[in-house]
Antibody, heavy 123, light 109 residues
Framework: EVRLVESGGALVQPGGSLRLSCEGS????????VHWVRQSPGRGLEWIGR??????????GYSPAVRGRFTISRDDTTNTAYLQMDNLQPGDTGIYFC??????????????WGQGTRVIVSS | QAALTQPPSASGTPGQSVTITCTGT?????????VSWYQQYPGKAPKLLIF???ERPPGVPDRFFGSKSGKMATLTVSRLQPEDEAFYYC??????????FGGGTKLTV
């Protein structure tokens, strides 16, 4: 059974940092690309970033809203991807989902998502 | 990188068909055959319904149909069922390793 489990969400003060994890099981994350998206309370999905697989040079892209503050990384030996979030602001509050594209093609969107982890940025 | 445009709401009665549109630009929807559609129930993870405009993953009923013309993609849900009541989101590749979602459409059955 394919599973993605996010963890690491917490309450953090503005300006703080947090690292989210996304652990895959039932498949090999190494062949996949990994996306992160978020959903603010009562709002829609917002794409944050994607990291391609090693064959595609682990190329990464980010939305303008998080570029320079958020960084995606991956450890294929543990089937885990990460989202490092720095200089967090209240607008970053939301549920963060990771998703995988089992076929890492340039225009292939995620085919499976985790259940999400909640991040609250507040003083 | 503006969000793709979706109608905030759509509705239909059981057995009917409904269409949800997703309008972008030549830099995203119009530039790539990448549009995917997701179904999301409140508090749940998104579920992939359509990828690369028209393709259905295994297990997705053929009641869900995707298409595209120019800068507008469309999701058609036929033979509506009560369990189709959910939020629907489109996403498109937008070049330079970036993606963009639509604002979402709440479908009421």
């Amino acid at each position: 059974e394919v599973r993605l489990v996010e963890s690491g969400g917490a309450l953090v003060q503005p300006g703080g940092s947090l690292r989210l994890s996304c652990e895959g099981s039932g498949f090999s994350l190494s062949a996949s690309s990994v996306h992160w998206v978020r959903q603010s309370p009562g709002r829609g999905l917002e794409w944050i970033g994607r990291m391609r697989n090693r064959a595609n040079m682990n190329a990464a892209g980010y939305s303008p809203a998080v570029r320079g503050r958020f960084t995606i990384s991956r450890d294929d030996t543990t089937n885990t991807a990460y989202l490092q979030m720095d200089n967090l602001q209240p607008g970053d509050t939301g549920i963060y989902f990771c998703g995988r594209s089992a076929v890492d093609a340039r225009i292939r969107a995620p085919d499976f998502w985790g259940q999400g982890t909640r991040v609250i940025v507040s003083s | 990188q503006a969000a793709l445009t979706q109608p905030p709401s759509a509705s239909g009665t059981p057995g009917q068909s409904v269409t949800i549109t997703c309008t972008g630009t030549s830099s995203d929807v119009g530039g790539y055959n990448s549009v995917s559609w997701y179904q999301q129930y409140p508090g749940k993870a998104p579920k992939l319904l359509i990828f690369e405009v028209t393709e259905r993953p295994p297990g997705v009923p053929d009641r869900f149909f995707g298409s595209k013309s120019g800068k507008m993609a469309t999701l058609t849900v036929s033979r509506l069922q009560p369990e189709d009541e959910a939020f629907y989101y489109c996403i498109s590749y937008a070049g330079s390793e970036s993606w963009v979602f639509g604002g979402g459409t709440k479908l009421t059955v």
